[in-house]
């Protein structure tokens, strides 16, 4: 029997369910969860605070328990009063933690959105109106007005984007520099003291460390990271995957984000605003979490997968305010966001996407002035027949699959190759490295330019919006059959592709409509404003498809079968090319589904799935998606998808890529051994527990945190500070005194199990606390440390004989500060079971053991570099183990890959 005691409270017996006296249920794992999770338990109880003991002297309440099971125990009956009181708590938490948070975060991304579609269509009418009046005065003034308008709306969204929110600016030209740059700033600025404390600097050293706080300090004024920049898609994936990005989900992104889109795409920028409506919505989640937190009952979003199941919630309201599509916004949601979802959210999502669809056409039709409610809805009705296609053109639909799968892939490598080109190239590295914002004014100007309806922006319909042109590819008319025939589309819908007098030829202004904005679109998604790529791809594949429809309808007149068949219909081409190229794009195959819901129409699906799947996979076997190549791209901490029929992931075994110098504790490791591994590895989280250096057995992990504490307190912090790098303040041992208390003033379980286990810096926030670990600190300590906190916080300074000889003393490690559980592979694993492994689980790094003996460490970052360029070479050994020489094994694979 196993008997934890830490705190008089929580005296737990490991054994029988029977012999417990308990119900099973209550010895179960989630028991202990509950001990630990339940906010009731503020503190560890003492002595005065016991629980009162029953007639058997067996005091086997749990805190926590419900009622009915608490006086179930005592032998008691529960009373009628009780049991409606019990389920009506129940009812009552159910009804405010799932529904009204629901339909919270449903209505508020709504208010948001339509606040923000508000902005952009008084600024779209605005340029509009005043450009056809001073362009009468005189076209001088229309040209000089076009231009500032463009100008100016996109100097305030950069401005925004920069100043608003706190983590905005980029000091490099990558973000993702940026953001790695700004996390190890933070890691540093943390666990300075720390470093300082333990580590014992040298002189120099300390130096260096303190010109990183420095940089580290003045990079965080100047603002590292970009969170309110591009789409957010991307960021918002790498945090439901387990990963912490800071001040992506701050209020001050959300207004940042808002007020910038409103000015990118009023301005008249070729973008989307689907991505960062989905940020927007993720952010109102976590915002919506916080603050009700108080409000609900405490253990219920005591986890944080809750908090992730808010923000895949807040994703799919996001999708639902751009389109009015509840059931395609949530399938979009996940597929953009989440590698693996549950199926028990899928309510929720629903019920808060359809809040946000009814609130948003309750605004739109009683709030909003009618002139621009009608360019707000991202609803495209069209008015198919049933029959609006025959089994002959099948093939064809396939064959559009195909070419929008290739151009989707073109798609996503030109957009590669401009942000490469935007980091690597010298030259604009030193024109516009440290003022993006120039950058992208200097290409808003050069957009007004190529879009002046007067002038270039004739051939490419420069005038108008997306929202316009979309309508007038999906329309159910046939251009060249205006004013020949009841299929002929309407004369104000075929001049602005062919000019008020008809100069134009359509079909010229259609392909240059594609091939514009297929490069532009790439370009102005890497520019330091908000972004989307939905929208936009949408219009490209519509544009795509209506020009290859004209141009079928034209080579068949009459159809395919001949006089009196179904003749064919160029909107229903643009429909199926805007869904299959957009699918192609994003990897997404929900686009189905929300072609549907904004068309009104199902007669198209069957074509659309077609084309759509055909160019999905496609798409996916050439490239990943424009998601996973902007965050391959920022280099965020990330484990993207695998391609599909990839033989290497097969074959590549782990014990190829991992890290086989390892850093190990054992029993004989001696504190002076413990301090400089410490020092010469300042950024790993946690360690292997081996036996010994011999057999390597492995027996578990320490947390980094726990080590430092039990140097801290073996040694004494005043003597390994420099003499002239001590504190001049009458204490002695002021910085000693402040790392001990702000260790030790944790008296939430949770919080000192993150310090003995480190699972906040070793894996993702997915794997639960162990109930081992959760004792506060100063009692896994050794004894002599721990008797008095007085002695913990003011020990005595050591003499040199005495510091000299507790250092050569072997650690003294307590086994409850001993995650014995930690992930474990076993060497013949391939890469694909790997990644699967690492993606469901969330983890960080994994120990590779044969017959329990430890081999080596894999991490995200070997398995990122192993499949660094998978989708041209497949997996390849990481850039470190290809400068070893060839073995038997390495002929072997290559003779497998050919």
């Given at each position: 029997m196993l008997e934890l005691s830490w705190a008089p409270r929580l005296k737990l017996s490991l054994h029988s369910p029977t012999e417990a006296g308990m119900p099973t249920d209550y010895v179960t794992d989630d028991v202990t969860r509950t001990v630990i999770d339940n906010d009731e338990i503020e503190h560890f109880v003492t002595e005065d605070e016991h629980e009162p003991e029953d007639e058997t002297g067996d005091n086997r309440y749990i805190p926590g328990m419900p009622w009915d099971e608490k006086e179930a125990l005592k032998g008691k009956n529960e009373s009628w009063a009780h049991f409606f009181r019990r389920h009506g708590e129940n009812i009552r938490h159910f009804l405010v933690e799932d529904w009204f948070t629901s339909a919270a975060l449903g209505i508020g991304t709504t208010v948001l959105s339509v606040v923000t579609d508000l902005g952009i269509e008084s600024l779209i009418h605005w340029r509009r109106e005043n450009f056809e009046y001073l362009h009468a005065q005189s076209s001088y003034y229309g040209i000089a007005y076009w231009l500032l308008h463009f100008v100016v709306c996109t100097t305030l969204a950069s401005l925004c984007c920069k100043y608003i929110s706190p983590q905005a600016a980029d000091c490099d030209s990558s973000p993702a520099a940026g953001a790695c740059s700004f996390r190890l700033a933070k890691w540093i600025r943390a666990n300075y003291l720390q470093m300082q404390v333990i580590l014992e600097f040298d002189e120099e050293e300390q130096s260096a460390v303190a010109a990183c706080i420095g940089c580290a300090k003045l990079c965080n004024n100047l603002t590292l990271t970009v969170p309110d920049a591009g789409s957010g898609i991307p960021e918002v994936k790498v945090i439901i995957s387990g990963f912490v990005l800071d001040n992506y989900l701050s209020l001050k992104t959300l207004l940042a984000k808002m007020v910038g889109l409103i000015f990118t795409i009023g301005g008249g920028l070729p973008v989307g605003k689907e991505g960062p409506f989905v940020h927007m919505g993720a952010i109102v989640a976590a915002l919506l979490s916080k603050a009700t937190s108080k409000m609900r009952h405490n253990a219920f979003f005591t986890n944080e997968a809750r908090e992730i199941e808010m923000l895949s919630m807040g994703c799919a309201v996001g999708i639902a305010c751009t389109f009015s599509a509840p059931i395609g916004a949530v399938l979009y949601g996940i597929e953009c966001t989440s590698k693996y979802f549950a199926v028990k959210n899928y309510w929720k999502c629903f019920f808060a996407s359809s809040a946000a669809a009814f609130s948003f056409r309750f605004a739109i039709n009683t709030?909003?002035?009618?002139?621009?409610?009608?360019?707000?809805?991202?609803?495209?009705?069209?008015?198919?027949?049933?029959?609006?296609?025959?089994?002959?053109?099948?093939?064809?639909?396939?064959?559009?699959?195909?070419?929008?799968?290739?151009?989707?892939?073109?798609?996503?490598?030109?957009?590669?190759?401009?942000?490469?080109?935007?980091?690597?190239?010298?030259?604009?590295?030193?024109?516009?490295?440290?003022?993006?914002?120039?950058?992208?004014?200097?290409?808003?100007?050069?957009?007004?330019?190529?879009?002046?309806?007067?002038?270039?922006?004739?051939?490419?319909?420069?005038?108008?919006?997306?929202?316009?042109?979309?309508?007038?590819?999906?329309?159910?008319?046939?251009?060249?059959?205006?004013?020949?025939?009841?299929?002929?589309?309407?004369?104000?819908?075929?001049?602005?592709?062919?000019?008020?007098?008809?100069?134009?030829?359509?079909?010229?202004?259609?392909?240059?409509?594609?091939?514009?904005?297929?490069?532009?679109?790439?370009?102005?998604?890497?520019?330091?404003?908000?972004?989307?790529?939905?929208?936009?791809?949408?219009?490209?594949?519509?544009?795509?498809?209506?020009?290859?429809?004209?141009?079928?309808?034209?080579?068949?007149?009459?159809?395919?079968?001949?006089?009196?068949?179904?003749?064919?219909?160029?909107?229903?081409?643009?429909?199926?090319?805007?869904?299959?190229?957009?699918?192609?794009?994003?990897?997404?195959?929900?686009?189905?589904?929300?072609?549907?819901?904004?068309?009104?129409?199902?007669?198209?699906?069957?074509?659309?799935?077609?084309?759509?799947?055909?160019?999905?996979?496609?798409?996916?076997?050439?490239?990943?998606?424009?998601?996973?190549?902007?965050?391959?791209?920022?280099?965020?901490?990330?484990?993207?998808?695998?391609?599909?029929?990839?033989?290497?992931?097969?074959?590549?075994?782990?014990?190829?890529?991992?890290?086989?110098?390892?850093?190990?504790?054992?029993?004989?490791?001696?504190?002076?051994?413990?301090?400089?591994?410490?020092?010469?590895?300042?950024?790993?989280?946690?360690?292997?527990?081996?036996?010994?250096?011999?057999?390597?057995?492995?027996?578990?992990?320490?947390?980094?945190?726990?080590?430092?504490?039990?140097?801290?307190?073996?040694?004494?912090?005043?003597?390994?500070?420099?003499?002239?790098?001590?504190?001049?303040?009458?204490?002695?041992?002021?910085?000693?005194?402040?790392?001990?208390?702000?260790?030790?003033?944790?008296?939430?379980?949770?919080?000192?199990?993150?310090?003995?286990?480190?699972?906040?810096?070793?894996?993702?926030?997915?794997?639960?606390?162990?109930?081992?670990?959760?004792?506060?600190?100063?009692?896994?300590?050794?004894?002599?440390?721990?008797?008095?906190?007085?002695?913990?916080?003011?020990?005595?300074?050591?003499?040199?004989?005495?510091?000299?000889?507790?250092?050569?003393?072997?650690?003294?490690?307590?086994?409850?500060?001993?995650?014995?559980?930690?992930?474990?592979?076993?060497?013949?694993?391939?890469?694909?079971?790997?990644?699967?492994?690492?993606?469901?689980?969330?983890?960080?790094?994994?120990?590779?053991?044969?017959?329990?003996?430890?081999?080596?460490?894999?991490?995200?970052?070997?398995?990122?570099?192993?499949?660094?360029?998978?989708?041209?070479?497949?997996?390849?050994?990481?850039?470190?183990?290809?400068?070893?020489?060839?073995?038997?094994?390495?002929?072997?694979?290559?003779?497998?890959?050919?």
């Open positions: 709030l909003v002035p009618p002139h621009i409610a009608g360019t707000i809805v991202a609803y495209y009705q069209t008015s198919f027949p049933n029959e609006v296609f025959i089994i002959e053109e099948l093939p064809i639909f396939a064959l559009m699959g195909v070419v929008c799968g290739l151009m989707g892939a073109l798609f996503v490598f030109v957009n590669r190759q401009i942000f490469i080109f935007q980091k690597q190239n010298k030259l604009f590295q030193k024109i516009f490295g440290q003022s993006l914002t120039v950058f992208a004014v200097l290409w808003s100007l050069n957009m007004a330019v190529w879009t002046y309806p007067e002038g270039l922006g004739r051939f490419v319909a420069g005038k108008w919006t997306f929202h316009v042109t979309l309508a007038d590819f999906i329309s159910n008319c046939t251009f060249h059959q205006m004013n020949l025939t009841d299929l002929g589309c309407k004369p104000e819908i075929v001049n602005r592709w062919t000019g008020l007098d008809g100069s134009l030829d359509f079909q010229w202004t259609l392909a240059c409509f594609m091939v514009f904005y297929f490069f532009l679109v790439a370009q102005c998604i890497t520019l330091f404003i908000p972004s989307g790529i939905f929208v936009p791809a949408f219009a490209v594949g519509a544009c795509g498809g209506r020009l290859f429809g004209e141009m079928l309808s034209m080579a068949f007149p009459e159809g395919l079968r001949g006089p009196g068949s179904p003749p064919i219909y160029p909107g229903l081409y643009a429909v199926v090319g805007a869904a299959a190229y957009t699918g192609a794009v994003t990897h997404s195959l929900s686009l189905a589904v929300i072609v549907c819901e904004t068309t009104g129409q199902l007669c198209a699906l069957l074509p659309v799935l077609i084309a759509l799947m055909i160019a999905n996979a496609i798409c996916s076997f050439l490239s990943p998606s424009i998601y996973e190549s902007t965050i391959i791209l920022k280099k965020l901490p990330y484990l993207a998808d695998l391609p599909p029929s990839r033989i290497s992931v097969h074959v590549l075994k782990v014990e190829r890529v991992m890290v086989k110098d390892i850093q190990f504790v054992s029993r004989n490791t001696t504190y002076k051994e413990l301090r400089n591994m410490l020092k010469r590895h300042p950024t790993i989280g946690s360690f292997p527990f081996v036996t010994d250096p011999v057999t390597m057995t492995l027996l578990g992990s320490i947390s980094r945190r726990y080590l430092v504490s039990l140097l801290c307190i073996k040694i004494g912090a005043q003597e390994i500070l420099p003499q002239e790098k001590r504190p001049k303040t009458g204490k002695k041992n002021e910085v000693e005194t402040t790392y001990i208390n702000r260790l030790n003033r944790s008296h939430s379980g949770t919080t000192a199990a993150l310090i003995l286990t480190g699972r906040n810096e070793s894996e993702s926030h997915f794997r639960v606390n162990s109930p081992l670990h959760t004792s506060p600190l100063v009692q896994l300590l050794p004894p002599s440390a721990s008797n008095d906190d007085d002695t913990i916080g003011h020990q005595r300074t050591l003499t040199i004989a005495e510091r000299a000889g507790v250092l050569v003393q072997r650690i003294e490690i307590d086994d409850y500060a001993i995650d014995a559980a930690p992930f474990q592979l076993v060497k013949g694993t391939s890469l694909y079971k790997v990644h699967t492994m690492f993606s469901l689980l969330g983890l960080h790094h994994a120990y590779v053991t044969d017959r329990g003996r430890l081999l080596g460490v894999v991490s995200l970052k070997e398995l990122r570099d192993t499949f660094a360029d998978i989708y041209v070479r497949g997996a390849q050994l990481p850039p470190w183990r290809r400068m070893r020489r060839t073995t038997a094994a390495d002929r072997d694979l290559r003779r497998v890959y050919r």
